[in-house]
């Protein structure tokens, strides 16, 4: 394996684009047990080769088509494959025999550039100059068409242990007793690699039905990333909205429900003359076009988002009136990142999502209810002015999924007012965001 890291970004892309310019995603096997459904997807690119593995994990036996998991394999293989396709960046994507029309086509160029726009953004790639990436299969008009008797009262909760799945789940719970009057026996939550928190989570929600799906990457394209092979950012909640077709498929379905907040929709920074969104597979583009992309092969699912209109400041004030949850929920990211050993560790405290949190929900919980949470008290902590700033939209914002700069002010001026009345001292951050905001040269 050549060792990548002391190339130049030229000399780099001219290595792959001599060596490994064409990515192939190769084949698929799927084996349907008793209780568990195990896909495998393979990959090739010059003189590698990729086995990435998925195995769902039901509470019950099966009763499903084989061939219906195989059409869905088709599909998740593709934007599985992003996941090693990014060491090399290839200009040709080549789907072996895999049919799509020319509008499936071109949903997987959006996805590619717009999904992708923060990788090629990190790895300084022009994509409009760059590179000139195809995506090539059989254009052929597909027949492959999933039926099912879904029912129109069972939904799928995807759940990532913070609160906006929380609220996703409360709300559907409300409408399946309300609307369909039935219980949550209809309801089943689904998480992919869930940590020590997600289980917590679903613990207190009291549902029994918690679909486990195991998602491993190829070890090999750590060590391409090791060996100075390019690497980035993935359309991970695209991956997910895929991944969850399948048991929805197995457990009729008809509702598979998401959690993507309006706030989704603001961009972190403009390059190249198109915006770079961290959350792009979040935001009503890209649901709207999933959303048209399955009904060709899932006419009967529907993609359920309850936060298209909501900003994160207004899903955290539902939030608040679910108070089971306070001490078992999560909305860091760094868990996911966090060896099994840690696991316990729920806020990692330094980074820009659990001060983003902390702020959205500092306005609707009592004082200790919120240190209870974090642990400590974030506004005091001077070390994190450079991602305040980037919150505020003093600097560009944060490549995590925060909400805009507008709530977020909105939140820190409820802040401040709580902070006043209450006749208390000026935290850190709080006293630097004042003097900010009456700064008449400020950008605030």
């Known amino acids: 394996m050549k060792d990548l890291k002391n190339l130049s970004l030229k000399s780099k892309l001219k290595f792959l684009k001599e060596n490994y310019n064409s990515f192939y995603f190769s084949g698929y096997d799927i084996k349907v047990l008793k209780k ?13 080769s990729f086995s990435h593995k998925l195995t769902f994990y039901f509470p019950e036996n099966l ?29 040709n994507i080549i789907l072996k025999n895999i049919n799509l029309n020319k509008k499936q086509i071109n949903f997987w160029n959006k996805v590619i550039l717009k999904g992708m726009f923060q990788y090629f953004y990190e790895n300084k790639i022009n994509p409009f100059g760059g590179v000139n990436i ?47 009057k039935k219980d949550t026996s209809e ?36 060590e391409l990333n090791k ?47 198109l915006e770079i969104n961290h959350q792009w597979s979040k935001t009503r583009e890209f649901q709207n076009l999933f959303r048209q992309y399955i009904k060709d092969i899932l006419p009967d699912v529907d993609y359920i988002n309850y936060f298209d209109n909501t900003l994160e400041f207004d899903i955290a004030k539902l939030f608040s009136l679910y108070p089971k949850y306070f001490k078992v929920f999560s909305s860091c990211n760094n868990q996911f990142k966090i060896t099994e050993n840690k696991s316990k560790i729920r806020w990692c405290c330094e980074c820009p999502k659990c001060l983003f949190v902390f702020i959205i929900l500092y306005p609707f919980l009592e004082y200790h209810d919120i240190i209870s949470i974090f642990g400590e008290d974030l506004f005091e902590k001077k070390s994190f002015k450079n991602i305040f700033d980037g ?16 709530e977020i002010q909105k939140a820190l001026n409820l ?8 006749s208390k001292k000026l935290p850190y951050l709080i006293s630097y965001y004042k003097n900010l905001k009456y700064n008449k040269s400020s950008k605030i």
């Open 36 to 48: 568990q459904i195990k896909i495998a997807l393979f990959y090739e690119c010059g003189d590698f």
């Open 63 to 91: 009763d499903v088509k084989k061939t219906d998991i195989e059409i869905l394999a088709k599909h998740l293989g593709i934007i599985e494959g992003l996941n090693y396709w990014k060491s090399f960046c290839s200009e």
């Open 134 to 180: 195809k995506i090539i299969a059989d254009n052929k008009e597909s027949n492959e068409i999933i039926k099912n008797n879904f029912l129109p009262y069972r939904f799928l909760v995807a759940m990532g242990g913070g609160k906006d799945s929380i609220v996703s789940f409360e709300l559907t719970k409300k409408l399946v007793e309300e609307k369909f």
């Open 187 to 222: 309801i089943f939550l689904f998480s992919v690699n869930p940590t020590k928190i997600i289980e917590d989570v679903v613990k207190t929600t009291g549902d029994k039905n918690f679909i486990r799906v195991k998602r491993e990457i190829d070890k090999r394209v750590l």
């Open 227 to 273: 060996t100075g092979f390019l690497n980035g950012h993935i359309p991970f909640t695209g991956i997910l909205s895929f991944i969850s077709l399948v048991p929805a498929i197995v457990l009729k379905a008809k509702n598979i429900v998401f959690s993507a907040e309006k706030s989704a929709s603001e961009c972190n920074v403009v390059w190249h003359n």
């Open 391 to 406: 919150l505020i939209g003093l600097e560009n914002k944060p490549f995590e999924c925060v909400g805009t700069y507008k």
């Open 415 to 422: 802040c401040l007012d709580k902070i006043e009345k209450e």
